[in-house]
């Protein structure tokens, strides 16, 4: 139990089919009003909270963060509303729950996810991932917008939980983006990289992550990776 595996949801466990984008859309604009001019923009790999910022660039930050926890209640329960269709439409990536079966006893796993809270819990309960992860161990998109700053959150909580530090290469960033590659590498843990996600193999090789995968499907290659 000496790593702490931090696992990425959308893109590299998981995927929702479009729902809860269609869902987080609806949201921001009910949050925020229909008068403000409302951008377009690329969500793998960000905060929840990143993106409600960049998607209303003409919003003073401080105003987006007033309208985050409105923004948390009511994501949630559009999602919640939506339970039956999500379960039927997500799907867990290839090699998914072998790998987090192989590691569990070995390793702590938790999320790391742009989603905030409460999202993140409805998206692994739809596929029923909750058991295999400890969510309460885990950092999410409405703790800070910028997602580097998640890692360390993670580490004190799951270091409050086990009574024990995880520092460097004890931490196992997992992720299916350059964002999550970045955030690894600023804060010194290890980074594995798996090309579930929109990004090709090859542009995540580019970002140097310390391992890089296609997929999850080689349980073997997923332990190795984690553990170096």
Known sequence: MDRLVLWDVDGTLLSTDGIAAEAMRATMREVVGPTAPMARTAYAGKTDWQIMRESFPTLAPEAIAERLHAFTVSYA????????????????????QAALEALAGRVRQAPLTGNIAAVARIKLAAVGLVAHLDLAAGAYGDDHHHRPELVPIAAARAAARYGRLFVGNEIVIVGDTP????????????????????????????CEPDVALTDLRDTEAVVRAVFG
């Open 77 to 96: 329960r559009r999602l919640e509303a939506q339970r039956d269709e999500l379960a039927r439409r997500s799907r867990l990536f290839p090699g998914v």
């Open 179 to 206: 964002h999550d590659i970045a955030c690894g590498k600023a804060n010194g843990t290890r980074t594995v990289a798996v090309a579930t996600g929109p990004y090709p193999f090859d542009e995540l090789v580019r």
